[in-house]
């Protein structure tokens, strides 16, 4: 199995103010998964969005806020916590804190697939 530095794989912008990085996985979709590292400035929000397969997000560094479909009100995250999100799920997250918020996120499919919900975002 290759080993992948993360420091030499390109950044890849998000509107708001965040980068990612596809650690695991291509354009081609070879790999079962995607693995990828978000670096979130602060104010940033993903915004209300699914994925039709389950995501699984680990915050490494940072704070923020989550809100999850069929839970109520936010939920505070920071390292250590991890977020197991079921296919077609309503999520997402924002940067509480004054330095940036870096999580990986596992898609459990081989392409990287949002649908976005910008009527719903809290």
Known sequence: ?????????????????????????????????????????PGYSTGTHSHPYMEVITVVAGTGEAWIEGHEGMTPIGPGVTLVLPPNVKHGFRVTGDEQLQTYGVHASPDRLVDRYPDEDI
């Not at 794989?9 to 965040?18: D, I, Y």
């Not at 990085?21 to 998964?33: A, F, H, L, R, Y």
């Open 1 to 41: 199995m290759p080993i992948i530095d993360v420091n030499k794989v390109p950044k890849q912008p998000f509107p708001g103010g965040a980068t990612y990085q596809t650690i695991v996985g291509d354009e081609e979709g070879s790999t079962p998964i995607r693995l990828g590292l978000q670096v979130s400035e």
